[in-house]
């Protein structure tokens, strides 16, 4: 009886210690933790935008915006060269896997990085190291990926997206971020960007050649120009050239 | 036996992979490459040496029958100590390491250390032993890492040794992919098992 009550309590007072010890240093670490977190997201943004960022463009922080807790944004006086946020999955091979994106104000890919993943190292890991394959995500002919002009999946499943030597499940999932990263985009590209962009403007021009040659890259050089051209020339690919069975096809996935 | 002996014989006489076998879990996982094997050597030196130092401390205090729950309560809170502490202070590291840490609390070598070693030794001699056996896992980690890295993708340590090697005498690499899926650990492993115990022999 005596032996029992003694190994009760040495067990219970060594697991009040241990539990005080760990609240202690959770406390002592809580700042520091968010601090750095908080660093290295504005470092991820900066790098995914780093082909606007220069002379005069100022990294904005906005908060809470249609759901995201953060949304970084490159901003030239008024005009918005670019946004980054960050974009999550679980459909990885083992938890969550975050990255940071990096999109201009027509939601075409600046810059993609993945900022945080449990992937096995030497296989699905390598879509954090593997530079080649991340540098396909951004684009593709020279001309840089959107919503539009990706079938956002890895070839395996019918897309066009490379998968890594091993490793199927993870670039399968960074698709799936991506993809889902550019319809936020699309779907709050208003409340972001600030300008309109009338919808009933897009239907009636069916012609789906005509809008996508002038987009690239004439109308991002120039600030001033962009308010004028967007409305008219984005939301065409949108609507003309999304092939609905892509969503339909991904979502038995 | 001295500190001397304490140390050295994690290294080679009792090195907790390819001796006593033990801390199967991690060897096989994370040594997909040499750098992860030196990364998780590393880390669980560290709470080795910690949880060693901790519960040769304590050892006069706790009673037999409850040392194992006790051993794991201090085992798994240092882990999370060093966890937290690495990812406030040492960011970039934690970086790094972030993926082994919480691997370690599942490490038996951490435990049988605390249960073979520190429950019966003073203080010093048990920091001694687990810089030891720490050491000794993080050779056998980078012996193991770097053979499956260098079938597998024809490096070490990201450098390109058997491709430039091989393309050098007119011939093209092709990695054994194998080598770093999970079965290539259980090949490799075997193998090095395998010529460790016949130089043992030779030995004696």
Redesign the interface.
Known sequence: MKDLLRMAVVLGVICVVAALALSQVYKVTKEPIAQAKEAEAKEAAAAVLSAVVGDGVEMVKRENVAGKDAVYVAQAGDAAKGFAFKVDTNSGYSGKIVGMIGLDADGNILGFKVVEHAETPGLGANIAVNEPWQKQLIAKDGQPRNLDNTDWRVKKDGGEIDALTGATISPRAICGAIKAGLEWFRDNRVELTGNAAPVEAVEPTPDPDAPIVPTPDATLEEGGIVDKNLPAAKPLPTTTKTPLPIQGKDLTE | MGYAAEFSKGIIKENPVFKLVLGMCPTLA?T??AE?GIGMGLAAMFVLVCSNAIVSL?RN???G??RI??FI??I??FV??VD??M???F?PLHKALG?FIPLIVVNCIILGRAEAFANRNPVLASIVDGLGMGIGFTLALFILGSVR?LL??GTILGVNILGAALSAAGMTFS?V?VM??PPGAFIALGLILGVINRMRRAEA
């Open positions: 994370v997909t490459s992860n304590i205090i706790v009673p029958k409850v729950p006790v309560v201090v798994a809170s999370t100590i937290l502490t990812n406030a202070f960011h993926l890295e597998g993708n990695p992919i770093i899926l």
